[in-house]
């Protein structure tokens, strides 16, 4: 064997190792961002159940996160801005209102009412119909031309469907006023992703950046939210124990600490979510967010000791069979990313698109925000 046989050789080694090491530091990255997520979504769920037992005010909670998550994604651009001296992307106001405001107030109110359902379903009840969202999302992909119609999509709809329709059938804990605000909270959530998808599409807005992307459209959230808090609960919390007829400071402070407190992790799931796709696919995401539901789902009943009929869980293999068939149809035939056109921006459209977070390498390429 030559010298320069044994030379390639241990370059081609060197070469096997270091692809071996990246391959690690992906596949760790991905379980690690997924826990994270995991750890936020979940432990988010029943920490507003509780909270919700103790402070009836879940719209008022709402407010105090959108506000947090706003302050939170302001600070870690200034952060960004401060080490780098690279200012981040700002809308001129008429793009900030014609673009950002439509999912901004679908945003606002579909958090709102799912929150405000907690007070009255249970979390097996609530992350089965939140699941059905799924089906407003592909019905107004659609009606936005962001999906073909196709008897995959009729499929889909008629399992999910009819998982929900068992699952709730003679069900011991089901509340109709309750179920309502969820169902209604999925069809906004639908037009919600659709509308987000449209936008963080348009790269003249330079939007592509979760932490920007949080940032710009809380501010639509909460107002859109805020006519709907103040009619329902402002009276009530004004003159509750913990607004202007407190008793006790420390119990008033110590009850908005836990509301602090969810409007943090609020922010890192919100977040999370987004580096999931950022840094692997949205299909991978889907994948992760099928077995949430089932980690919920299991959780609630062993939790909350609830009971589940021979029907009712039909309905729930049923209906997460549904979400699978989804997913693995993502994976057969994923979507095309748009073409790349050159043209120069409307006017009012102007910005500055500096990356905060690095793209994924090797991964897929999908152009989907959230494909559940």
């Not at 790269?203 to 959230?221: A, K, R």
């Not at 589940?308 to 979400?323: D, E, M, T, Y």
Request: aromatic share 12%.
């Amino acid at each position: 064997m030559t010298g320069l046989e044994v030379t390639e050789g241990r370059l081609g080694r060197r070469r096997g190792g270091k692809r071996l090491g990246q391959i690690c530091l992906s596949v760790m990255r991905t379980l690690i961002l997924i826990l994270v997520y995991y750890a936020c979504s979940i432990g988010l769920t029943f920490y507003q159940k509780k909270l919700f037992k103790d402070f009836k005010f879940p719209l008022t909670v709402v407010i105090v996160h959108l506000f947090m998550k706003f302050l939170l994604a302001g600070l870690c651009r200034v952060a960004y801005t401060c080490v780098t001296g690279i200012p981040r992307v700002t809308l001129a106001w008429d793009v900030y209102w014609r673009r950002v405001l439509p999912p901004g107030a679908a945003a606002g109110i579909d958090i709102g009412l799912s929150q405000w359902s907690l007070e009255f379903i249970t979390v097996a009840l609530y992350t089965m119909s939140k699941s059905t969202a799924l089906l407003f999302i592909l019905i107004f992909a659609i009606l936005f031309k962001l999906e073909e119609m196709r008897c995959s999509v009729v499929l889909l709809v008629v399992l999910i469907a009819g998982g929900l329709f068992l699952f709730t059938y003679k069900y011991t804990q089901f509340n109709l006023f309750g179920f309502l605000l969820v169902i209604l909270a999925s069809l906004l959530s639908g037009l919600r992703w659709t509308l987000s998808q449209l936008v963080m599409q348009k790269s003249e807005l330079g939007l592509s950046n979760p932490i920007d992307m949080v940032y710009h459209i809380q501010p639509w959230m909460t107002v859109s939210l805020l006519p709907l808090a103040v009619i329902m609960e402002g009276t009530s919390i004004a003159a509750s124990e913990y607004g202007f007829r407190f008793q006790d400071s420390s119990d008033a402070l110590h009850m908005w600490g836990r509301v602090m407190f969810g409007a943090v992790l609020a922010f890192f799931m919100e977040v999370s979510e987004y580096l999931v796709v950022c840094f692997t696919s949205s299909l991978t995401f889907s994948i992760a967010g099928v077995a949430k539901e089932i980690m919920t789902l299991s959780l609630a009943v062993y939790i909350y000791n609830e009971h589940l009929s021979s029907i009712n869980v039909a309905g729930l293999v049923l209906c997460i069979f549904g979400i699978m068939l989804h997913v693995a149809l993502k994976a057969m035939h994923p979507p095309k990313p748009p073409p790349q056109q050159i043209s120069s921006p409307a006017p009012g459209d102007n910005y500055l698109k500096v990356p905060l977070l690095s793209d994924s390498e090797g991964e897929e390429d999908e152009t989907e925000v959230y494909s559940r």
